[in-house]
């Protein structure tokens, strides 16, 4: 059988590793700035990370505060999955890019910005920046069904198509969000 | 591990609102492809395939769905009937495959007619899980263009393991300005009607399809029988919007599916592949296909079809697969005349009879996301 051995949450402007408070920042930083503030505390160099939207940049934070502390090398690239969840998929992206091509008269669609409609465009950021090849999978549910994503997961592990995956729930809604990962390994 | 069987199908596309229909347009090489110029819907003319959307409300007539509800429900209706499966039991599951649902109704005046919730993809399966009456809460995969045979996949698996009994697997999205004025964006809209692994391909065609697949432990009585032998997902892990030049995630999905099925690249009798018609996703898929030594096998896409139809097209194209392997009749490639791929393959130019026992189905996607499957038609 499997075993979670990590978990990360982030919620209210704190990062929770493994249950410890890991870093927090001021409750009146708008979203964006936290995530930035979150980041830049990890002294990871990826510039790419600051043309993603928020709820990718989410995603990456998440994965980035769970990854460090784990030994994986051990296990194959195509061996290792990803596989999350979200209740609103990534509707504070739709509105924005929506916003540009509602109007005949302001028509400017922007590839950078519709491109991360996508909910699974998350699960590929996080596969480029850590190398992971295994199976894919992004489930939208009202809320968070962590068995759901669990089976999943450990029915791939029984048929031996994954060891070791990433799973949990990335969500933003317009108001708030909540991101809660964790690793699990067969 | 239980053996699980394709018992079920339809396809609401711009041929047709059944499987038959829309096969027998494909035998004819019959494109739903067209030009419009709607203004106020589009601010300049496009090139999509899309559905008879009168014929559809008049069908379905209840202001209470939405146009994709509408389309999944018809098919789904129609799909169940062909399987005999009781969607009301609980040994039943619903999958859904989308990757933008209800999202034109962001759009006014459409909006108004519907509460807010309904834009979501969950909020959108329980309207028409809830309409079947089916009891146990559905699942929704959104992985962009490999969502379809995820979803399969997904289903199978949960089959295989003795979880359910049966799944209604149901695909769709919607032709509209948020998805057109995304891909024109990109450049990567054709002019023309789409032109898979051609020289001159010049990009996708948009297309809006429902699709829907019924998977049963229990094989449907009549000959021949199709099962599902095996299916995976990979990630390129190189890049969210361009395909991996070495087709990495490809050749590794195809890889696992081969070996969950117990067969090799000699086995595959016809690939049905994704077949976007832009220039890279051809030339990806042609490299993967090399690597696994397929390039002879009788390769079509049916994007010059129904246009790249996103959430729906891994549905409906393994729906036009399982007809080409009763048929023993493999199906041409619309918009394809001058071979143009990096790596050579062979692609079905006109329909060829075929005795087809295994064939392989392929998705691609953004976010580096891949996917396979492979059906077996078997004797009992």
Known sequence: MSTITNQITIANHKIFKNGVLFFEADPALSFKDFLKASWKNLKVKYPKFYKMDEISKLGMLAAEVLLMDIPYTDIAQEDIGVVLSNAHSTIATDINHWNSVSNDSAFFPSPAVFVYTLPNIMIGEICIKHKLKGENAFFISQQYDEALIKRHINLLMAQNKIQAAIGGWVDRSEEDYLAEIFWIRK | MKQVYFTGDNI?????????????????????????????????????????????????PDKRFTLLEKMMLLSVEDAVKSAGVDIKSDKTIFLFSTTKGNIDLLEEPISAQFETDRVYLWKMAEVITKHFGNPNR???????????????????????????????????????????????????????????????????SLGEAAGTVVLSVYPNKQEPRFIFAGGASANDANHISGPSRTGEGSYIAIEKAFKEAGIGSGEIDHISAHGTATPYNDDMESIAIKRHALSRVPVNSLKGFWGHTLGAAGIIETVALLHEMKNNTMIQTVGFSEPGTVEPLNVITKPVEKELNTCLKLASGFGGCNAALIVKKVTL
């Open chain 2, 138 to 204: 559905p699942m929704v995969i959104s992985n962009a263009c490999i969502s379809g045979v995820l979803a399969i996949n997904t289903a199978a698996m949960l089959l295989q393991n003795g979880d359910y009994e049966h799944a209604v697997v149901v695909g769709g999205d919607v032709v509209s300005r948020f998805v057109l004025s995304g891909f024109m964006s990109f450049h990567s809209l054709s002019p023309e009607p789409c032109k898979p692994f051609d020289a001159h391909r010049n990009g996708l």
């Open chain 2, 12 to 60: 609401i596309s711009s041929l047709g609102f059944s499987s038959q229909e829309n096969f027998t347009s494909l035998l004819q090489a019959k494109t739903g492809i067209a030009n419009f110029e709607i203004p106020g819907y589009y601010p300049e003319p496009f090139v999509a395939s899309m559905i008879d959307r009168n014929k559809l409300h008049a069908l379905i």
